[in-house]
C-alpha cells in the first residue's frame, strides 16, 4: 500500500510540475489547447496564470518533500495537508473554471488522502 500511496503522490507532484509549466512558460502557446481559449483571450491574464503556476511548484514541492521524510507519523501530516491543498484547489478550480479540473486534480488527491487514512 505504501508504494502505491508514493506512485500517486508522485504522479500528482509530476502533474503539478506540469500545470506550473503550463501557467508560467506556456499559458499563450499551449494553454489556448489545454483551456480551450484564444491566444489573445488568455494574453491578458498571462501575470496571473505566472502567479497561479508558481502556487502549483510550491504544491509539487510539497510533494516531493515527502519523498525525504523518514518518520511514519511526520510523512503523513505533511501528505495530507499538500494533498488536502491539491484537492481543495481542485474542487474549487471544477466549479469555476472547468469540470476536467475535478479528475485531473481533485479525485488524485482524494484517492490518496483515502489511501493514507485507510493505511494509517
Not at 12 to 24: K, V
Not at 65 to 83: K, M, R
Given at each position: 500500500m505504501n508504494l502505491i500511496i508514493k506512485i500517486l503522490i508522485g504522479l500528482?507532484?509530476?502533474?503539478?510540475?506540469?500545470?506550473?509549466?503550463?501557467?508560467?512558460?506556456a499559458w499563450t502557446t499551449r494553454g489556448p489547447k489545454a483551456f480551450n481559449k484564444s491566444r489573445q483571450e488568455l494574453e491578458s491574464s498571462k501575470t496571473l496564470a505566472a502567479n497561479q503556476g508558481l502556487y502549483n511548484g510550491f504544491l509539487a514541492a510539497g510533494l516531493f518533500?515527502?519523498?525525504?521524510?523518514?518518520?511514519?507519523?511526520?510523512?503523513?501530516?505533511?501528505?495530507?495537508?499538500?494533498?488536502t491543498c491539491v484537492a481543495v484547489a481542485g474542487l474549487y478550480g471544477s466549479f469555476t473554471v472547468t469540470r476536467k479540473i475535478l479528475y485531473i486534480q481533485a479525485v488524485p488527491a482524494l484517492l490518496a488522502i483515502a489511501l493514507i487514512l485507510i493505511n494509517g
Open positions: 500528482i507532484a509530476i502533474i503539478h510540475c506540469y500545470i506550473l509549466w503550463l501557467e508560467m512558460f518533500w515527502t519523498f525525504f521524510i523518514s518518520d511514519a507519523q511526520w510523512y503523513n501530516n505533511v501528505a495530507l495537508f499538500f494533498l
